[in-house]
């Protein structure tokens, strides 16, 4: 007589060994995410009150790069060239909208000089409306002279900015000439270079140029492209030593409104990149030039007409039309 067959003990092992690590690395993926989701700064940065425009298909983000040193000591200070001044403003102000049904973003840069109406403040520049009431005040003006509502909003200081590009080994990227400015500790040479933290800062909020701030927005997106694109990068994705810190350093770098959390953010990277990839369009918000204020100072006046079509079709979620377009450009491309 033939015995029973006997069982596949040791393939039966291998698979509980393997449900078990697997298990192990969720719970553990779970955690860090859960680390990565607490260590975001917050604050209530939607406004409370007054009449805001309909909510209307898809997301729409408020990225801002405000220029607060309260982070960085006296030698963090001068290694970024970002001097002693106090308080906390805005270098940086972009709309990015994300279509319902993954369709292309749109990301829109409001220059800082932007002449806009302030609630209870007047018409004044787009950075005074933080100056004078930090994200609420700046997404109730943005929300009020644009007519789209901000779902989620995202803020990034110096040092945090600094820290996310050494962080990826530093981003490459094409200077087409010479740039000083003592101010910003910058001194560029023309050509294709890597920049590390304090270079890349400077880069991004230098005016030393002819069009001043209107350069700085296009400098703005291209360096923000050529980022997303280094971060997505298998250099960069596939290297663990530089993928972790990256999301740490973004973790800790970033202020986001109460409601918003790490997957809120990784679908605003996921639209970025595909706008690096050239899906999607970026521009400035449309101008008619220049003016002064009543104290002196230069603003930028937006075109009425063509800026209110631009917004309306973010608003309504339809494509933006060609004519209204901006100073754009395939980043990353």
């Not at 290694?79 to 292309?104: C, F, I, S, Y």
């Not at 890597?194 to 296009?218: E, H, K, N, S």
């Not at 063509?306 to 990353?332: M, R």
Request: proline letters at 6%.
């Amino acid at each position: 007589m033939y015995g029973r067959p006997q069982r596949p003990v040791r393939k039966r092992r291998t698979g509980r060994k393997f449900l078990a690590v697997l298990v192990v690395l969720v719970l553990a993926l779970a955690g860090f995410l859960f680390y990565v989701d607490y260590s975001l700064k917050r604050e209530q940065a939607m406004p409370t009150g007054g009449d805001r425009p309909a909510d209307g298909p898809g997301s729409n983000w408020l990225l801002v790069g405000s220029d607060s040193r309260a982070e960085l000591d006296s030698e963090q200070q001068s290694e970024l060239g970002a001097g002693d001044a106090n308080g906390r403003r805005t270098d940086t102000v972009m709309l990015v909208h994300v279509p319902a049904g993954g369709g292309k973003p749109t990301m829109v840069s409001l220059p800082r000089d932007s002449y806009v109406t302030i609630p209870g403040q007047g018409k004044d520049k787009l950075n005074a409306a933080f100056s004078y009431g930090g994200p609420q005040l700046l997404l109730q003006t943005v929300e009020g002279a644009t007519g789209v509502r901000i779902d989620h909003y995202a803020e990034i200081g110096l040092g945090g900015f600094a820290d996310m590009t050494d962080a990826m080994g530093g981003v490459d990227m094409c200077v087409k000439e010479r740039m000083q400015d003592p101010k910003a500790g910058l001194d560029l040479q023309p050509g294709c270079q890597t920049l590390d933290g304090p270079q890349a800062l400077g880069y991004v909020r230098t005016r030393a140029t002819a069009m001043g701030d209107l350069d700085r927005v296009q400098r703005q997106r291209e360096f923000l492209g050529a980022l997303t694109e280094k971060a997505a990068s298998p250099e960069v994705f596939l290297n663990p030593f530089r993928l972790f810190p990256l999301i740490l350093n973004t973790s800790g770098a970033f202020l986001v409104d109460e409601d918003d959390h790490v997957w809120h953010l990784a679908g605003l990277a996921w639209a970025m990149k595909g706008i690096a990839a050239g899906d999607g369009l970026t521009t400035t918000v449309p101008f008619s030039g220049f003016g002064e204020t009543s104290g002196g100072a230069s603003v930028v006046k937006w075109d009425s007409d063509k800026a209110g079509t631009l917004f309306e079709a973010l608003q309504n979620d339809t494509p933006v039309p060609s004519e209204v377009v901006t100073n754009a450009e395939t980043l990353g491309g």
